[in-house]
């Protein structure tokens, strides 16, 4: 079969294991039955994800313009801290930023290679646990807006990361003691004061099951460095198609790519 559109980010579907679905122009591919398939990727061209022009892209799917320009892509949604909605101050879109800003956000500890923390909006839990390829995760504090949610992280960042690192997270690797609730405990002392009232000790720990076995050696693939690849798919953690010998495609960071997909079945 052939499919062609412009990559966005897979759809998840949180059961055991995870369901994924490629999205091409929101046409939506049921990646699980594809395990074991052979799938051939083109290079076509870009679409930015937030004016559709046909132009080189910058960052998170954006061409510089949009970069820039756009309230998806602010300083607030990468450093939640930033976020100033709730003063009534606008970055790019007051209107837009109020939306993403002013409602519920998660703290949470999440353990994708190594305990990291992270915050999200409340309605987006457990798809961002899903793209950063989670094996458990833990909301540890719900707030009214990012601001506060921001300020908490900040603060937690002093003895945590923030980051995934995408190589220990593929390795699947994990200590059968690992106890996050134990670095829950540890993580509420670093609280600021004035929010530790949004603390929460009650929630339990998920664990995700993804459609995925680490190989024993990854090997990246850039749609820019290498336009055509055909190869048969393994598995899928995170937002990564995982392909025979270890290759890997991140398909967020492709996110704005047009592109042909073919699949074929094995003999």
Known sequence: MQFEGQLLKMITHQATPIQYYLNLSHDLIH????????????????????????????????????FFESPYASDSIIRPELSRAHLGEQERDLEIEKSIQLVPHIVYLAYTGEVKVGVTRESQIPTRWIDQGATFALAIAKTTNRYEAGMIELALKT?????????????????????????????????????????????????????????????????????????????????????????????????????????KKEA
């Open 31 to 66: 990646m699980n039955s594809l395990i074991g398939q052979t799938l051939e990727f083109n290079h076509l061209g870009y679409q930015c994800v937030n004016c559709q022009r046909d132009e080189k892209l910058f960052r998170m799917g954006f061409c510089k313009k949009c």
């Open 159 to 263: 003895q945590l990361s923030d980051k995934t690192n995408y190589r220990k997270m593929l390795k699947d690797e994990y200590e059968d003691d690992l106890d996050l609730a134990n670095f829950r405990t540890q993580a509420q002392k670093l609280f600021p004061g004035e929010f530790s009232k949004y603390f929460n000790a009650d929630q339990e720990i998920w664990h995700l099951d993804y459609p995925y076995t680490a190989p024993e050696k990854i090997t990246t693939l850039s749609l820019d460095k290498r336009p055509s690849f055909s190869s048969v798919l393994k598995g899928i953690k995170g937002q990564y198609l995982a392909f025979e010998g270890g290759s890997v495609l991140n398909v967020r960071s492709h996110e704005g790519y047009v592109v042909s997909l073919n699949t």
